[in-house]
């Protein structure tokens, strides 16, 4: 199974190489491949002699219509050591890019590799993509392809938010929730990729990386791989399947959807559910944005303490865990909660004078795009 774990450790011991598998790019470009042409694409996380993203774009580099592609690594690549003997000076910092520019017999991996051991380039700085010499070249650039750094994911976006730039990028789902992402969001200026979902994907990382996922495998070269939940691209490109609307079948009942406590909103649990014939303020699930249509629905907030919109805050709770053991904390006041007639058996609830409560993870809070003031 994948690991959101493996996600955490790489943030917390700032391990970030996970390199994309071909397979899931190539699944997600398809749907923008009319959007490259005449396009200089810039992967600015990507050491060419492993990125597959850079492999799929020198492949495709005539049939997609590129007018440049620029790949640029970072120099604690671990490859990058590998491929020091290449250069005249070994002592040289393994930082370096390559770009391509015209027609290319790049058909096979096979050519990729000869074709980067042939025109790679050192940069005279580290290519960190914060760099002068990588925003330049971002300023050249037209779209941005690849899998930035877990541990900075919101400065990355920023800076791409910042230069106006088109991109279609890779991160965790919970960066949904966070303050730099989620205006974005709302503001339909990101929104989610096309190709992946729900499960998990597969990475490969560098052959020093322990592996701590609980999803991992190594081939028969060696080379180390794991599995990771909670993936998705993120993207300000358009698309067509972001314009379908999700058919709705559910009728509203108080029952079967209850109000929050503390919002002013009913709760659903899955996005699937949302009943057709509920006009008011509905908090669904944050994975309803890989559904989101903005035809069909608005989106009005979020149930996170730094975006507001709470009717109500609660004084210290005392937390009862699933396995009985209590503690004083202030946890209700960041997500929406339900007040409950009596505890919930296997589940860790709260109490404030007297009255039962669960918190929910983040919600979406949504309405039908036809009530839009």
Not at 234 to 242: I, K, L, P, S, V
Request: overall charge negative.
């Amino acid at each position: 199974m994948a690991d959101q774990a493996a996600l955490a450790a790489s943030k917390s011991a700032k391990k970030d190489e996970f390199y994309t598998q071909y397979s899931d790019i190539e699944k997600e470009m398809y749907h923008y491949s009319d959007q490259f042409r005449n396009k200089t694409v810039f992967c600015n996380c990507d050491d060419p002699f492993e990125s597959e993203f850079f492999m799929f774009f020198a492949m495709n580099f005539e049939a997609l219509g590129l007018k440049r592609l620029i790949a640029t690594c970072y120099i604690d690549s671990p490859i990058a050591g590998e491929q020091l003997s290449l250069f005249d000076d070994p002592q040289a910092e393994p930082a370096y890019k390559i770009e391509i520019t015209g027609a290319t017999m790049i058909r096979t991996p096979a050519d990729v590799k000869e074709f980067v051991k042939g025109n790679v380039q050192h940069l005279v700085g580290n290519g960190d993509f914060r760099s002068h010499e990588c925003l330049e070249f971002l300023k050249q650039s037209d779209i941005v392809v690849t899998n930035p750094p877990f541990s900075l994911f919101r400065e990355f976006l920023a800076q791409l938010i910042a230069y106006g730039k088109q991109f279609i990028i890779i991160g965790n789902v919970n960066a949904i929730t966070y303050k730099e992402v989620f205006p974005l969001i709302m503001d339909n200026k990101l929104w989610m990729g096309v190709s992946i979902h729900s499960g998990d994907r597969e990475f490969r990382v560098p052959d020093h990386y322990p592996l701590q996922a609980s999803g991992f495998r190594i081939d028969e070269q060696g080379r180390k791989y794991i599995r990771v939940k909670g993936v998705r691209w993120f993207t300000n490109m358009d698309n067509a399947q972001r314009h379908e609307f999700m058919p709705l079948y559910k009728r509203y009942s108080p029952q079967d959807f209850p109000r929050y406590d503390n919002f002013d909103a009913i709760n659903v649990d899955v996005s699937a559910d949302i009943p057709e014939d509920y006009d008011g303020s509905i908090g669904v699930p944050i994975t309803f944005l890989d559904k989101y249509c903005p035809e069909q629905f608005q989106i009005c907030g979020i149930t996170k303490t730094w975006f507001g919109g709470a009717s109500k805050i609660y004084p210290q709770q005392i937390q009862v865990n699933s396995d009985g053991r209590k503690s004083t904390v202030t946890k209700l006041n960041d997500g929406a909660a339900l007040k409950l007639k009596s505890p919930p058996d296997g589940k860790t609830y709260y109490i404030v004078d007297n009255d039962y409560y669960i918190q929910l993870y983040a919600r979406v809070i949504i309405k039908k795009a036809s009530d839009r003031i």
